[in-house]
Every structure is written in C-alpha cells, then in structure tokens.
C-alpha cells in the first residue's frame, strides 16, 4: 500500500508535483468564470460582484489562517498522506457546492469549507522538505511552481472552454478533476515523514507556529518580505478577471487565454530557472530579480495597458517573479530544523492566509471604488499599490546582498586584524 511505501525522493517528488499540478488546474478553470457566476447569483455588476468575490477570497483565507498551522501540526504527527488526502476530498467538495449554488451563501459555505482544510500547497513544501537536501531545496520548491504554473496553462483554458457552454459548466469540471486528484492521492502518494513529533496546540495555532518559527532571526525577516510580496501577489487572482472584463470588455474564453499565458510563462521560469539559477546566484539575490520584474509589470498594468495585447507584454515581462517564492522558501526552510518543516509550512500558509484575507477585501474595494462611475475611473489602482508593496519586500534582501558584496577590510601594516 502507498503508505507503506518506501519511495526514491523522485518518485515523491513526481507525486506531488502530480497532485500540486490537478489541484491548479481545477482551480484555473474556474477563474475566468467566477465574475460571471458572481453576477448571476447577486445580481450585481462587474465593479459590484468584484466585492463579493473579495468576500469570498477573505471567507476561505480566514478559515484557512486558523486551520493551516493545526493541518502543518498534525502532518508532523501523523503523516503527510492522511492531511493531504483530507485536503482533496475537501477541495472537490468546494467546487461541487459552487456548482450547485443556488445563492450567495452556498459559494461562502463552501469556500469556508475548502479553507479549513486547504493544505495541498503547505502539504507539498513539507514533502519536499522531507526529501530534499539542503542545497536543492530551492530548486525542488521551484518544480512544484511549475506545477503551478502548468496547471495555469491547462486550467483556464479548460474554464474558459466550458463556459461557452454554460455558466456552471466548468465548476462541475473542477470537481470532477478533485475527485480524481483524491482518488490519485489515496492509491499512489507515499507517505515522506520520517521523523515523527508529538502534536503541541500551542504551536498548533496560527499565532504559536508564527511565533515558534520567528524566534529565528532570518525567519522572521523574510516572512515580513514575504507578507507584502504574497499581498501584492494576491491582488491578481482577486482582481484580474474583472481588471479585464471591465477594462477590455473580456470574455471568459479571452480571460481564459491570458492565465494560460501566464501560467506558461511560470512554468518555464520556475521549471527550469529555478532549479539553475537560484544555486548559481544565490537565494537573495534571485528575491531581488523577481522583485524588480515584478515591480515593473505591476507598474505596466496600471499605468500603460491600453488594448488588451498589453497585458500579454506585462505578463511576460513579469515572469521572473516567479523567482521569488522557492528562493524564500529555501531561505526559511534552510533555517529551520527537519522536525519542524511541517510547522514552519503552516506558519508560512498562516502568512499566506492573512494577505489572502487582507488583499483581496483591500484590492476590490479599491477597483470597485474606482469603477463604479461616481470619481475618478481608474481600474489599475490596485495594481498600482501592488507594485509599491513588492518594491518595499526588497529592502530586506537588497540589504543582504549589499552585505554579501563588501570587501573585506585589509590589515594596515603592523596593525593585527
């Protein structure tokens, strides 16, 4: 059986990548959709339903930010493979509940149910943290971006494809794809945790694994950086689709093309970039590139999009942020023992929990808010604050490297050093 399974760190690896990779598809298909299945059921507008999908990002963060530390906690106890495994059947679940919604609170019930839950992503570092040597652990993060960034190509694609047919369509598809993604884990993920600990409540909360973890000086520098990068970061998936709708006039299927461009453009960055880059130059400075592409092209959107072609040179021009997130992965992971891989994952899915909460509500408030026909129309704005959030996540690491780069002071002669 797979969790008596003894498995190669490859074979692991392919497995969650496997996993990381359908749970991103089902999530890519329903993104260019969401603003129209939100119109339908509140009845509102595009500036309008932006606020409820807020809602909804803030409602799955929430749950989430209590549940991930308690989810990491228990991974260190009892295994990867039974956390992992209820995580999936609840992701399913969630799109099957959207599907089927006949109101507003349907969609909020089953995005509190999904973030309860949410450990795939926190689930597939602590594996790779299991597995996974030091000096390649930042390469390793960055193939499960990869993940991420193919299941981008297909996901929207998909979505956009089924929402010709009807609204709901791709929702179904997603939960299908759960589905078989659970079914994938039960019978083929090998369990990696190896070193055992007891479970601790008090570290088993979002503030005891925050405060456990940041105890380590460098731990508690990068998952500030690491904050305002995943704020801006969250602005996207929050505000895109209905960037675009508004701004361009975007169809679903339109919508659908640009993630999957998006997606290509991570995978090659974070599937292969990473994995040769990062060792090379080293982890901080790989954070400042990331942080400058991004910076630029959260600039562009803002202030220089004007036809819908544009978003495809920003996209690109963005790419290498992808650098970002495996190079602060490393940085933390390499900073904390083996035993407590699985409470530093939830404290960073704690980290990631709170700008999921605080960004998305932020961020369209801010486009409705500069949407709705009564002042200034100005649908970038919250791109434009992105931006300022990524450039000041640099500090930190532009002070790392500047460090790194000083000449060591010489001895004058008859003067000992």
Same mark, same amino acid.
């Given at each position: 059986?797979?969790?008596?399974?003894?498995?190669?760190?490859?074979?692991?690896?392919?497995?969650?990548?496997?996993?990381?990779?359908?749970?991103?598809?089902?999530?890519?298909?329903?993104?260019?959709?969401?603003?129209?299945?939100?119109?339908e059921v509140t009845g509102e507008d595009v500036s309008g339903a932006?606020?409820?999908?807020?809602?909804?990002?803030?409602?799955?963060?929430?749950?989430?930010?209590?549940?991930?530390?308690?989810?990491?906690?228990?991974?260190?106890?009892?295994?990867?493979?039974?956390?992992?495994?209820?995580?999936?059947?609840?992701?399913?679940?969630?799109?099957?509940?959207?599907a089927l919604a006949p109101t507003y609170a349907w969609l909020v019930?089953?995005?509190?149910?999904?973030?309860?839950?949410?450990?795939?992503?926190?689930?597939?570092?602590?594996?790779?943290?299991?597995?996974?040597?030091?000096?390649?652990?930042?390469?390793?993060?960055?193939?499960?971006?990869?993940?991420?960034?193919?299941?981008?190509?297909?996901?929207?694609?998909? =979505? #956009? !494809?089924?929402? $010709?047919?009807?609204?709901?369509?791709?929702?179904?598809? /997603?939960?299908?794809? %759960? *589905?078989?993604?659970?079914?994938?884990?039960?019978?083929?993920?090998?369990?990696?945790?190896?070193?055992?600990?007891?479970?601790?409540?008090?570290?088993?909360?979002?503030?005891?694994?925050?405060?456990?973890?940041?105890?380590?000086?460098?731990?508690?520098?990068?998952?500030?950086?690491?904050?305002?990068?995943?704020?801006?970061?969250?602005?996207?998936?929050?505000?895109?689709?209905?960037?675009?709708?508004?701004?361009?006039?975007?169809?679903?299927?339109?919508?659908?093309?640009?993630?999957?461009?998006?997606?290509?453009?991570?995978?090659?960055?974070? =599937? #292969? !970039?990473?994995? $040769?880059?990062?060792?090379?130059?080293?982890?901080?400075? /790989?954070?400042?590139? %990331? *942080?400058?592409?991004?910076?630029?092209?959260?600039?562009?959107?803002?202030?220089?999009?004007?036809?819908?072609?544009?978003?495809?040179?920003?996209?690109?021009?963005?790419?290498?942020?992808?650098?970002?997130?495996?190079?602060?992965?490393?940085?933390?992971?390499?900073?904390?023992?083996?035993?407590?891989?699985?409470?530093?994952?939830?404290?960073?899915?704690?980290?990631?929990?709170?700008?999921?909460?605080?960004?998305?509500?932020?961020?369209?408030?801010?486009?409705?808010?500069?949407?709705?026909?009564?002042?200034?129309?100005?649908?970038?704005?919250?791109?434009? !604050?992105?931006?300022?959030?990524?450039?000041?996540?640099?500090?930190?690491? /532009?002070?790392?490297?500047?460090?790194?780069?000083?000449?060591?002071?010489?001895?004058?002669?008859?003067?000992?050093?």
């Amino acid at each position: 059986m797979a969790e008596n399974a003894a498995p190669s760190p490859r074979t692991a690896l392919t497995f969650m990548f496997v996993t990381v990779l359908l749970s991103m598809i089902g999530f890519g298909i329903i993104m260019p959709i969401l603003p129209q299945l939100l119109m339908e059921v509140t009845g509102e507008d595009v500036s309008g339903a932006a606020s409820y999908g807020g809602v909804l990002y803030f409602v799955y963060a929430l749950a989430q930010f209590f549940m991930s530390p308690v989810m990491g906690g228990l991974s260190d106890r009892f295994g990867r493979r039974p956390v992992l495994l209820t995580s999936l059947a609840f992701y399913a679940l969630d799109f099957l509940l959207m599907a089927l919604a006949p109101t507003y609170a349907w969609l909020v019930l089953a995005r509190f149910l999904s973030g309860a839950t949410a450990a795939t992503y926190s689930t597939a570092n602590a594996v790779i943290a299991d597995i996974s040597p030091p000096e390649k652990r930042s390469g390793n993060f960055g193939l499960i971006g990869a993940a991420f960034g193919l299941g981008f190509i297909v996901g929207p694609l998909v =979505g #956009g !494809l089924f929402a $010709t047919i009807d609204v709901r369509a791709p929702f179904y598809a /997603a939960a299908a794809l %759960g *589905a078989v993604n659970f079914l994938f884990g039960l019978f083929f993920f090998p369990e990696t945790n190896k070193t055992p600990r007891p479970f601790s409540l008090a570290r088993a909360n979002p503030f005891g694994s925050l405060w456990s973890v940041t105890r380590v000086r460098i731990v508690m520098v990068v998952l500030g950086a690491y904050f305002l990068m995943q704020f801006a970061h969250n602005s996207l998936p929050a505000v895109f689709s209905y960037f675009a709708v508004q701004k361009y006039g975007w169809s679903g299927l339109d919508i659908g093309f640009a993630l999957a461009f998006v997606g290509v453009t991570a995978a090659l960055v974070q =599937g #292969g !970039l990473t994995r $040769t880059l990062i060792p090379k130059i080293g982890e901080p400075s /790989a954070v400042l590139i %990331g *942080a400058t592409s991004m910076t630029i092209s959260f600039m562009g959107y803002a202030f220089f999009a004007p036809t819908g072609m544009w978003i495809y040179v920003w996209i690109a021009v963005g790419a290498l942020g992808g650098l970002m997130m495996p190079a602060m992965q490393g940085i933390m992971s390499s900073a904390v023992p083996a035993d407590s891989q699985g409470e530093l994952q939830g404290a960073i899915g704690s980290v990631m929990s709170l700008t999921m909460m605080t960004s998305p509500l932020v961020m369209t408030r801010i486009f409705t808010t500069y949407t709705d026909g009564e002042g200034v129309v100005f649908p970038g704005a919250p791109l434009l !604050l992105g931006g300022i959030c990524i450039l000041l996540s640099m500090i930190p690491f /532009a002070v790392i490297v500047s460090r790194s780069r000083r000449p060591v002071p010489q001895a004058s002669p008859g003067v000992s050093v």
